[in-house]
């Protein structure tokens, strides 16, 4: 038998929860031979005392929380980090960060066991979360925001995002007015929000210069960059999702004997890995991971995270880095 809370050790004990809660304190008021009993009894039966809610209740708790789903998928390149910059918000504020994986948790309340660790307030990072996991947040009286990516079917949590239409719009445009007039895109617009809304800027870039996306017809896989350069007329240009997607293309272009960027102009989307940017004199957009970052803490600190009725939305600009992966596109093109 497990025990892991106090109204079932008390009822298991046949006491008060109130004596069961002074004998694991050290309390006053209870008996050395019942003290004894319930010490020994909660080690028999594998229940800890939740310190965490504990200092919650007393108003005390400086906990916040993030929130994760599936670590191992995490990159080391975006969210290592994403997360350096919410640690670091954290504990320049006095308060204690708790990273928690949904997915060693599936069986549980998250809301209820982020609660018990003392949070209050939750910044959800990343995508792929079940819906089971939104819901137990939503019941929960803990302010919540999430970061960088969206969860659409849950529209009134709280969210703080780049603007990604805006910058994906702003790079497109950039090729264009170097001359490009067949782009093509890489990247998954239905793995995450973020891309999703990149996705719609780069179509509107292209809308409002006259033009259409090349290779709109080539499957998205883990093949996608090799797939666009086969396409014909090839594109003289890509523009991809994230900086990861930015690599792979130029990687294809290499192993088919093209130049960067006489040949093929490639730009990305984030500029946090410097080693990866620099190597590749990759055009990119720069996201603000600190101003994403400060934009959530400063919500789950303030009273108006519990407050407010409705759905917090927080933009945070982007901005245009152009290197040398971008240029004119070539006279002659296959």
Same mark, same amino acid.
């Given at each position: 038998?497990?025990?892991?809370?106090?109204?079932?050790?008390?009822?298991?004990?046949?006491?008060?929860?109130?004596t069961?809660?002074?004998a694991l304190?050290?309390?006053?008021g209870v008996?050395?031979?019942?003290?004894?009993?319930?010490? @020994? *009894?909660?080690r028999?039966?594998?229940?800890?005392?939740?310190?965490?809610?504990?200092r919650?209740?007393s108003?005390?708790?400086r906990?916040?929380?993030l929130?994760?789903?599936?670590?191992?998928?995490?990159?080391?390149?975006f969210?290592?980090?994403?997360t350096?910059?919410?640690?670091?918000?954290?504990?320049s504020?006095?308060?204690?960060l708790?990273?928690? +994986?949904?997915?060693?948790?599936?069986e549980? +309340?998250?809301? =209820?066991?982020?609660?018990?660790?003392?949070a209050?307030?939750v910044?959800?990072?990343g995508?792929?979360?079940?819906?089971?996991?939104?819901?137990?947040? #939503?019941?929960?009286?803990?302010?919540?925001?999430q970061?960088?990516?969206q969860?659409?079917?849950?529209?009134?949590?709280?969210?703080?995002?780049?603007?990604?239409?805006?910058?994906?719009?702003?790079?497109?445009? =950039?090729?264009i007015?170097?001359?490009?007039?067949?782009?093509?895109?890489?990247?998954?617009?239905?793995?995450?929000?973020?891309?999703?809304? !990149?996705?719609?800027?780069?179509?509107?870039?292209?809308? +409002?210069?006259?033009l259409e996306?090349?290779?709109?017809?080539? *499957?998205? =896989?883990?093949?996608?960059?090799?797939g666009?350069?086969?396409?014909?007329?090839?594109?003289?240009?890509?523009?991809?999702l /994230?900086?990861?997607?930015?690599?792979?293309v130029?990687?294809?272009?290499r192993e !088919?004997?093209?130049a960067?960027?006489?040949?093929?102009?490639? *730009?990305?989307?984030?500029?946090?890995?410097?080693?990866l940017?620099?190597?590749?004199?990759?055009t990119?957009v #720069?996201?603000?991971?600190?101003?994403l970052?400060? #934009?959530?803490?400063?919500?789950?600190?303030?009273?108006?995270?519990?407050a407010?009725?409705?759905?917090?939305?927080? #933009?945070?600009?982007?901005?245009?880095?152009?290197? *040398?992966? /971008?240029?004119?596109?070539? @006279?002659?093109t296959?």
């Amino acid at each position: 038998m497990k025990i892991t809370n106090l109204v079932g050790l008390a009822n298991y004990l046949g006491l008060d929860k109130s004596t069961v809660s002074r004998a694991l304190g050290g309390k006053p008021g209870v008996s050395t031979q019942t003290r004894e009993r319930v010490v @020994q *009894t909660a080690r028999q039966v594998g229940y800890v005392p939740n310190i965490h809610g504990q200092r919650l209740r007393s108003g005390k708790s400086r906990t916040l929380a993030l929130l994760v789903c599936g670590l191992k998928l995490f990159t080391a390149r975006f969210h290592g980090p994403l997360t350096l910059e919410v640690l670091s918000a954290v504990a320049s504020r006095g308060y204690d960060l708790s990273v928690v +994986d949904a997915v060693q948790h599936a069986e549980e +309340d998250i809301g =209820h066991l982020l609660s018990q660790k003392g949070a209050i307030g939750v910044i959800v990072m990343g995508g792929a979360y079940p819906a089971g996991v939104f819901y137990a947040l #939503r019941r929960s009286s803990l302010p919540i925001i999430q970061l960088d990516v969206q969860a659409n079917e849950f529209p009134d949590l709280a969210c703080v995002a780049s603007e990604n239409f805006e910058g994906i719009y702003r790079v497109t445009r =950039h090729l264009i007015d170097l001359g490009h007039r067949r782009l093509a895109c890489v990247g998954d617009p239905a793995r995450l929000s973020c891309y999703r809304e !990149r996705y719609r800027g780069f179509q509107k870039a292209l809308t +409002d210069a006259g033009l259409e996306e090349i290779g709109e017809a080539v *499957t998205r =896989h883990e093949a996608h960059a090799a797939g666009l350069l086969c396409v014909r007329p090839r594109p003289t240009a890509i523009v991809s999702l /994230s900086d990861t997607h930015a690599e792979q293309v130029v990687i294809a272009a290499r192993e !088919r004997g093209l130049a960067i960027p006489r040949d093929l102009s490639v *730009t990305g989307f984030d500029d946090i890995d410097k080693t990866l940017v620099s190597s590749l004199s990759l055009t990119t957009v #720069r996201v603000d991971l600190s101003g994403l970052v400060e #934009r959530a803490v400063d919500f789950l600190l303030s009273p108006v995270s519990t407050a407010s009725s409705s759905r917090v939305e927080f #933009r945070v600009e982007t901005e245009l880095i152009v290197r *040398t992966s /971008s240029g004119p596109p070539p @006279q002659v093109t296959g």
